[in-house]
């Protein structure tokens, strides 16, 4: 059974960084798509950033664009969202997210407050 795990959420002020970790575990070996979601309160939850599984490349939200780096280890196992210059409207629980097989694997959340 997969699972999903992130870390890396804290409390920061505006203009400063986070670096988000997600890691997966109980999968089979392979290249997955993965993405970031987040939810703010009161709000849906939004897609952030993508890696394809082929080729590796990254997707983002226009919000982020310029500011948020999404990576993956070479093992797979590990997932990582950069987030620089942080804005208020970026607080939100961050999800890491992994479909296989038509199974949708989501982490527990990580929060992320942008205050002064």
């Known amino acids: 059974q997969g699972q999903l795990v992130e870390s890396g959420g804290g409390l920061v002020q505006p203009g400063g960084s986070l670096r988000l970790s997600c890691v997966a575990s109980?999968?089979?070996?392979?290249?997955?798509?993965m993405t970031w979601y987040r939810q703010a309160l009161g709000k849906e939850r939004e897609q952030v950033a993508t890696?394809?599984?082929?080729?590796?490349?990254?997707l983002y939200a226009d919000s982020v664009k310029g500011r948020f780096t999404i990576s993956r280890d070479s093992t797979q196992k590990f997932l990582y969202l950069q987030m620089n210059n942080l804005e208020r409207e970026d607080t939100a629980v961050y999800y890491c997210?992994?479909?296989?097989?038509?199974?949708?694997?989501w982490g527990q959340g990580t929060q992320v407050t942008v205050a002064s």
């Open positions: 890696i394809t599984s082929a080729g590796g490349i990254a």
């Open positions: 997210h992994r479909r296989k097989d038509g199974v949708d694997y």
């Open positions: 109980g999968f089979a070996p392979g290249i997955y798509a």
